[in-house]
């Protein structure tokens, strides 16, 4: 005579059944909660990516352009530095000689992330992409003008043409890498 109720090999199946099930649910969503993770990361560096050439670009535009210079940095003198000056006052078509209606911006990279640097009596330094930067050059071409002096004779003088800015952003997932460049011709 059968009693009702399940067996103990019934129960065990069904058991083993729910922790598969349990296992697979617990595998699917993990996976999902990590690739969610590194989305956000992804977005998050390129958001910075776009603010930054968005940044650069808008501030070549509005900067003085006989003033836009590639030098080299001040202390770190292996490595080059944008500096361009913007002006205060909207108004300001010409820079002082002594740069006082304007702000200083200088642009480098250090190491492996980007500095922006404003000066206006103070300095504030910016760092973006830290630790994500694995290559920031500065590249240049000059062209050769005529300009004329007081006293109506003409010089020959090299001035920047363009200004191109390549770096490429190691995003530290899955092994995505990417290049990106700003150019900026001159006007004159």
């Given at each position: 005579?059968?009693?009702?109720?399940f067996?103990?090999?019934?129960?065990?199946?069904?058991s083993?059944?729910?922790?598969?099930?349990?296992?697979?649910?617990?595998?699917?969503?993990?996976?999902?909660?990590?690739?969610?993770?590194?989305?956000?990361?992804?977005a998050?560096?390129?958001s910075?990516?776009?603010?930054?050439?968005?940044?650069?670009?808008?501030s070549l535009?509005?900067?003085?352009?006989?003033?836009?210079?590639?030098k080299?940095?001040?202390?770190?003198t292996?490595?080059?530095?944008?500096?361009?000056?913007?002006?205060?006052?909207?108004?300001?078509?010409?820079?002082?000689q002594?740069?006082?209606?304007?702000?200083?911006?200088?642009i480098?990279?250090?190491?492996?992330?980007?500095?922006?640097t404003?000066?206006?009596?103070?300095?504030?330094?910016?760092?973006?992409?830290?630790?994500?930067?694995?290559?920031?050059?500065i590249?240049?071409?000059?062209?050769?003008?005529?300009i004329q002096?007081?006293?109506?004779?003409?010089?020959?003088?090299d001035?920047?043409?363009?200004?191109?800015?390549?770096?490429?952003?190691?995003?530290?997932?899955?092994?995505?890498?990417?290049?990106?460049?700003?150019?900026?011709?001159?006007?004159?």
């Open positions: 005579m059968r009693k009702k109720g067996t103990l090999i019934e129960l065990l199946v069904v083993a059944i729910l922790l598969i099930l349990l296992e697979a649910g617990y595998s699917f969503f993990i996976n999902n909660y990590r690739v969610l993770q590194e989305e956000k990361k992804k998050y560096i390129e910075q990516v776009k603010s930054f050439m968005d940044y650069v670009m808008q535009q509005m900067a003085y352009q006989e003033d836009i210079a590639v080299k940095h001040d202390i770190h292996d490595k080059d530095e944008l500096v361009i000056y913007l002006p205060k006052e909207n108004s300001e078509i010409n820079l002082a002594d740069k006082s209606n304007a702000y200083k911006i200088e480098y990279s250090l190491e492996d992330e980007i500095y922006i404003k000066t206006n009596g103070v300095s504030l330094n910016k760092i973006i992409l830290d630790g994500n930067i694995e290559d920031f050059r590249e240049t071409q000059t062209e050769k003008i005529n002096k007081p006293d109506g004779t003409f010089e020959e003088e001035v920047l043409k363009y200004i191109e800015i390549k770096f490429t952003v190691d995003y530290k997932i899955r092994d995505i890498k990417r290049d990106y460049s700003i150019k900026y011709n001159i006007r004159r």
